[in-house]
């Protein structure tokens, strides 16, 4: 438990004003200088819409599509489910995104090196566009972008930018239970991520623009038990627990503080007992 409590209780990097959020970030977040909406959605500056059809329907267990075909940062047709051979972070965004979308691909850029797991060998993030105008030549540019915040540690084969034709993208979208909506040349749109299985099974939603290394590190174990197997489970869940209000995970102190002294007191009750029967055994006249 101690190796894995070292793995997962990462140190969290100074961030700057424009990354500083309140707990209800994690639930949704809003481009000022509107207000947020009970919807968590991202709404550009725009005239006035209706945002009926915007919104998450968390679909959790539920499978997405893997034969679905986009086009990767050449141009080339690629099969989703050959781009999902591993624990998979998908960022549903849109590339000429001016506001959260840049954040949140930004902010990943910063948290991906910071986990203990390496992309491309033990998880892969793609990054999706949900506008079917925009082109391979975008997707390119904004991969150079973002690997290039990351400091060159996450490798092209570890993260990519697909683009595609709207009805894979709805396909894919709806598959998520993320919903979109155009509004002139802009979206209104929820912020997150999810992060899926080999066989595209959801596991796992991450709200808002800010991404807790430590939230990305334990959503990808659980997509990775089908092949750990189900002790590391048990004792991430005995560790942690996923707060669905504040769409985080919650380190359970005092469970872990009791077991942990339960454990000392067995032990010295133990070591009293030893020493106790030594003692017994080098003094026969007691």
Same mark, same amino acid.
């Given at each position: 438990?101690? *190796?894995?409590?070292?793995?997962l209780?990462?140190?969290?990097?100074a961030?700057?004003?424009?990354?500083q959020?309140t707990?209800?970030?994690?639930?949704q @977040?809003?481009?000022?200088p509107?207000? $947020?909406?009970?919807?968590?959605? @991202?709404?550009? +500056?725009?005239? *006035?819409?209706?945002?009926?059809?915007?919104?998450l329907?968390?679909?959790?267990?539920?499978?997405i599509p893997l034969?679905?075909?986009?086009?990767?940062e050449?141009?080339?047709?690629?099969r989703?489910?050959? %781009?999902?051979?591993?624990p998979?972070v998908?960022a549903?965004? =849109? =590339?000429r995104?001016p506001?959260?979308?840049h954040?949140?691909?930004?902010e990943?850029?910063q948290?991906l090196p910071?986990?203990? %797991?390496t992309?491309?060998?033990? =998880?892969t993030?793609?990054?999706?566009?949900?506008?079917e105008?925009?082109?391979p030549? #975008?997707?390119?540019?904004?991969?150079?972008?973002y690997?290039?915040?990351?400091?060159g540690?996450? +490798?092209? *084969? /570890?993260?990519r930018?697909?683009?595609g034709? %709207?009805?894979?993208?709805m396909k #894919?979208? /709806?598959?998520?239970?993320?919903?979109?909506q155009?509004?002139?040349?802009e &979206?209104?749109?929820p912020?997150?991520? &999810?992060?899926?299985? $080999?066989?595209?099974t959801i596991?796992?939603y991450l709200?808002?623009?800010?991404?807790? +290394?430590?939230?990305?590190a334990?959503?990808?174990m659980? *997509?990775?038990?089908?092949?750990v197997?189900?002790?590391?489970?048990?004792?991430v869940? =005995?560790c942690?627990?996923y707060? $669905?209000e504040?769409?985080?995970?919650?380190?359970?102190l005092?469970?872990v503080?009791?077991?942990?002294i339960?454990v000392t007191?067995?032990? &010295?009750?133990?070591?009293? %007992? &030893?020493?106790?029967?030594r003692?017994?055994?080098?003094?026969?006249h007691s």
């Open positions: 438990m101690t *190796a894995l409590l070292a793995t209780w990462l140190p969290l990097p961030r700057s004003a424009e990354h959020h707990a209800s970030d994690h639930q @977040h809003v481009a000022p509107l207000k $947020p909406s009970a919807q968590a959605e @991202h709404v550009h +500056p725009a005239p *006035a819409a209706a945002a009926t059809g915007v919104g329907d968390e679909q959790l267990g539920a499978r034969d679905l075909m986009f086009r990767d050449n141009g080339n047709p690629v989703l489910g050959d %781009l999902i051979t591993r998979t998908i549903p965004v =849109y =590339y995104c506001n959260v979308c954040f949140l691909q930004g990943l850029a948290t910071q986990i203990k %797991l992309a491309g060998t033990d =998880y993030v793609l990054s999706i566009s949900f506008d105008t925009e082109t030549e #975008l997707a390119r540019r904004t991969r150079d972008t690997l290039t915040a990351a400091g540690k996450i +490798p092209p *084969a /570890g993260w930018f697909l683009t034709d %709207l009805a894979e993208i #894919l979208t /709806g598959a998520a239970g993320y919903r979109f155009r509004v002139g040349s &979206f209104q749109h912020v997150v991520i &999810f992060v899926v299985t $080999p066989d595209g596991v796992r709200h808002g623009t800010r991404v807790l +290394p430590k939230d990305l334990l959503a990808l659980e *997509a990775r038990e089908g092949h197997g189900t002790t590391i489970r048990k004792m869940q =005995y942690f627990s707060d $669905p504040q769409k985080t995970y919650v380190f359970n005092l469970r503080a009791a077991t942990v339960l007191l067995c032990l &010295f009750l133990a070591w009293l %007992l &030893f020493s106790g029967k003692k017994k055994t080098k003094d026969p």
